[in-house]
């Protein structure tokens, strides 16, 4: 079955290194989307991808670059960690079919900036 | 205005009730509207899509539409302890693929 996979689930780093969040897609979708989650302000989209060298900002996109070198996979880095980027991230991928853009979302990443 | 506006509950109704979730948007162009279900530390999970004006059924679930006022509800109805969650509405635009969601409502259900 096709599916959307994010790694690692889990991850604690220090403020001021950089961290690299991976995102693997089956489902051949052109769209994918890198999300955060935090209490208060619901899904907030990062930055995302139309197709293979796409690449777009999102309303809470410093910090964080993306690169699409294929279709599949859509890393997500954080240049030097802050404290304020402890947050769950959450990717997503939609086909664009016209008016047909349902996302579907990976399992998330929980990640801790001490 | 935020674009995508959704009251934060919790919206507590006794099992069996009707449940209803509402949602405005501020972009007048959007065109695909969507409810997701979020169960507390899992993914969103998408239970519903609707494209035109009016009501679109699936089982217990019916999504409902106007455009000129800009507002999306979903109706649950024979509502379950199970359907206890968040619930979020999110919208894109007619010529954006990106999808906006609210902020969505915690739904409780108590037996």
């Known amino acids: 079955d096709a599916e959307i996979t994010q790694s690692p689930r889990h991850k604690i780093t220090e403020t001021g290194r950089q961290v690299t969040l991976a995102c693997h897609q089956t489902?051949?979708?052109?769209?994918m989307f890198w999300y955060r989650q935090d209490l208060g302000h619901g899904l907030r989209l990062i930055h995302y991808?139309?197709?293979?060298?796409?690449?777009n900002k999102g309303e809470v996109s410093d910090g964080y670059s993306v690169s699409r070198s294929n279709t599949e996979d859509l890393p997500l880095t954080l240049e030097s960690a802050a404290s304020s980027q402890t947050s769950v991230y959450f990717c997503?991928?939609?086909?664009?079919?016209?008016?047909?853009?349902?996302?579907?979302f990976g399992q998330g990443t929980r990640l801790t900036v001490v | 205005q935020k674009e995508v506006e959704q009251n934060s509950g919790p919206l507590s109704v006794p099992e069996g009730a009707i449940a209803s979730l509402n949602c405005t948007y501020s972009d007048r162009v959007s065109q695909s509207f969507f409810w997701y279900r979020q169960y507390s530390g899992k993914s969103p999970e998408l239970i519903m899509s609707i494209y035109s004006n009016g009501d679109k059924e699936d089982g217990r679930f019916t999504a409902q539409l106007n455009k000129a006022s800009q507002y999306v509800s979903l109706l649950i109805r024979d509502s379950q302890p199970s359907d206890s969650a968040t619930y979020l509405c999110a919208v894109n635009g007619a010529k954006t693929d990106k999808l906006i969601f609210g902020t969505g409502t915690r739904l409780q259900v108590f037996p």
């Open positions: 489902w051949n979708h052109n769209n």
């Open positions: 991808s139309y197709g293979v060298q796409d690449t």
């Open positions: 997503a991928s939609s086909e664009s079919l016209g008016e047909n853009t349902e996302a579907f």
